[in-house]
């Protein structure tokens, strides 16, 4: 299904981003689907670097697969700023991946940021500033 026609079937109104996780979009938008994974994080930088605006509770987002078709709507709940080595326990259990614990976290998270960053010229360190989103699924 497309994201349209997954809109459209939703019969929500308003607008939305639809995209795939970045480096697991089939895993993790099952996670997702499934109700385990329900925050994520990204680079503060690359917001800056792109001048977009950042996430905003009440937000929706159709999530995508590796095919770019639709597999459910989330809405954005909270939305917060804090430096990588700040972020908490309970915010890598709300990921959902591996064990779930911050120590498997900071592990995938430092690859995947170090990654992301480099694409803007920014180096990866402790204190770099992530976005950390919680959301709910609110169709499938």
């Known amino acids: 299904m497309t994201p349209e026609e997954l809109w459209r079937e939703s019969g929500l109104t308003g607008t939305y981003q639809a995209w795939p996780f970045g480096e697991a979009p089939d ?30 509770a009440g937000d929706y987002s ?3 697969n590796s095919k770019n078709e639709a597999v459910c709507i989330i809405q954005t709940t909270k939305v917060y700023v804090t430096e990588f080595n700040q972020v908490s326990a ?15 976290w900071r592990k995938v998270h430092e690859n995947f940021l170090t990654n992301e960053l480099s694409s803007v ?9 992530v976005v950390c989103e919680e959301f709910e699924v609110v169709n499938q």
């Open 62 to 64: 159709i999530i995508l």
């Open 90 to 104: 309970e915010h890598a259990f709300k990921e959902g991946e591996g064990d779930r614990s911050l120590a498997y």
């Open 27 to 56: 895993k993790l938008a099952e996670l997702v689907r499934q109700g385990i994974k329900t925050a994520t994080c990204s680079a503060y930088d690359l917001y800056q670097a792109g001048n977009e605006p950042l996430p905003q």
């Open 121 to 129: 010229h920014k180096a990866f360190d402790e204190n770099t500033k």
